[in-house]
């Protein structure tokens, strides 16, 4: 009886965890500053998953600060040496795993800035993952 | 980075937008270097990140700085107007060169004598993709290119290059 009852207690967390979420974290969010012709911005952050996989499914900001907000990934082709930019659908977040957005890589990019990104400013992001749901996190701008 | 045989870019000269389109030749002031990049304005991540580095690779070297000059030569001169891409690079470099053409052979021409690579194609949806080679090229005042660095490349590592840059130049 004993036995049954901490396998029931198991399993009430096991589904506790799932209706929480994947309790995905958000490190070190920034963006970059913005030239005053620049009409393009990138967001940065790194996403560190919880105890199962999710996915970020996409990303919004508010029109003061853009018109919109995608996933891309900057690649660089081996051959020409070209670099370009993929939307991408949606970025898989494994458990307990870390995925960097960084300059040359993924990176949110903020599309028709509706101003400057000025040193110093916050603004936010939400990030909607398929499990955690709407996730809210304050990028700081900086001159790097 | 370094070209074998070292690639000559001396013979290339580009309307500075910045500078009432006169055109600028890729050479450098004596003792001095001219640093070139190929990109756009509206290039989030990767053109920002490089101009960034070399920003603050430059912040770095006290008067010597002023040895050293900057030129942007936008591949999309379509949707980059000579206004554009003044203001643009100026946040960054606030001496730098604009460099933009009308004339697509004149860019095809610069391209090519640099190495350089871009591409600029309209999607069905009206929206514009451009992808294009992010070497930092140091060309000194014989219109030779020194060094080009590739995307990626640390402030502090092109920090120590145009240190050991500068002084090659101003020894010889």
């Given at each position: 009886m004993k036995r049954l009852f901490l396998l029931t207690a198991v399993a009430a967390l096991a589904l506790a965890s799932c209706g929480g979420g994947s309790q995905v974290s958000i490190d070190d969010p920034w963006a970059r500053t913005s030239a005053s012709t620049q009409n393009a911005g990138a967001g940065y952050f790194t996403i560190t998953g919880g105890d199962t996989a999710d996915r970020l499914l996409s990303v919004s900001v508010d029109a003061s600060i853009a018109a919109a907000a995608e996933i891309h990934e900057s690649s660089m082709?081996?051959?020409?040496s070209m670099m370009s930019m993929q939307a991408v659908e949606s970025l898989e977040i494994p458990a307990g795993g870390t995925v960097i957005l960084e300059p040359g890589s993924y990176h949110v990019m903020l599309m028709m800035l509706t101003e400057e990104l000025v040193a110093g400013t916050e603004f936010d992001l939400d990030l909607t993952f398929e499990d955690a749901g709407v996730v809210t996190v304050t990028l700081e701008v900086r001159d790097e | 980075m370094v070209g074998t045989p070292a690639i000559q870019v001396g013979h290339i000269s580009l309307p500075a937008a910045s500078h009432e389109s006169v055109p600028l030749q890729m050479i450098a002031e004596p003792e001095g270097l001219l640093v070139v990049y190929f990109g756009y304005?509206?290039?989030?991540?990767?053109c920002p990140t490089t101009l960034g580095d070399l920003r603050s690779a430059m912040s770095q070297l006290g008067d010597d700085s002023e040895r050293i000059e900057v030129a942007f030569l936008t591949v999309d001169p379509e949707r980059d107007t000579d206004f554009i891409t003044t203001k643009y690079v100026q946040t960054f470099f606030p001496d730098a060169y604009a460099l933009r053409t009308d004339d697509p052979e004149e860019l095809a021409t610069a391209a090519r004598a640099f190495g350089a690579a871009y591409e600029v194609a309209k999607t069905s949806d009206g929206s514009v993709e451009v992808g294009h080679s992010a070497f930092l090229y140091a060309v000194n005042s014989d219109g030779t290119i020194l060094v080009q660095w590739p995307f990626g490349m640390s402030s502090e590592l092109i920090r120590n290059d145009l240190i050991y840059l500068l002084d090659q130049e101003g020894a010889s």
């Open positions: 082709d081996p051959e020409t | 304005t509206s290039c989030p991540d990767i």
